[in-house]
């Protein structure tokens, strides 16, 4: 199996990226998505963990919280902490990801 794939499977089985999947839209998504591409790992959790502890928006913690989980499962990827395009993609396509999964992908 592709590494990229089995990396869409766990995401997408994971219960706070399912919680989140009606909930996330691409403004919210290209936040993160642009902060993980530009500055890297470390960066896009402290971003998160700023939107997630506002409190303001129970729809944006929920989005945060997943976008979170994502970058947990990201460290088991060298491929994808190497490569930040590849992050940043699956950051903003994870409303896709959390819907199919890998079901229209060969994987």
Same mark, same amino acid.
């Given at each position: 199996?592709?590494r990229?794939?089995?990396?869409?499977r766990k =995401?997408a /089985?994971e219960? @706070? &990226?399912?919680?989140?999947?009606d909930? +996330?839209?691409?403004? +919210? *998504? !290209?936040?993160p /998505? %642009?902060v993980? @591409?530009?500055? $890297?790992? $470390?960066? /896009?959790?402290? +971003? *998160?963990?700023?939107k997630e $502890?506002?409190g303001e928006?129970?729809?944006?913690?929920v989005?945060?919280?997943? &976008?979170l989980?994502a970058?947990e499962i +990201?460290?088991?990827?060298?491929?994808?902490?190497? !490569?930040?395009? =590849?992050?940043?993609y699956?950051?903003?396509?994870?409303?896709?990801?959390?819907?199919? %999964?890998?079901k229209d &992908? !060969?994987?």
């Amino acid at each position: 199996m592709d590494r990229i794939c089995e990396l869409i499977r766990k =995401i997408a /089985a994971e219960e @706070e &990226v399912q919680k989140a999947r009606d909930k +996330f839209t691409s403004s +919210f *998504l !290209n936040q993160p /998505a %642009g902060v993980y @591409e530009k500055y $890297g790992f $470390g960066m /896009a959790k402290d +971003f *998160l963990w700023e939107k997630e $502890g506002r409190g303001e928006d129970e729809e944006e913690d929920v989005q945060a919280k997943a &976008v979170l989980k994502a970058l947990e499962i +990201f460290k088991d990827y060298p491929e994808v902490l190497h !490569n930040r395009k =590849i992050g940043r993609y699956l950051i903003k396509t994870l409303k896709v990801i959390a819907e199919r %999964g890998c079901k229209d &992908v !060969n994987c």
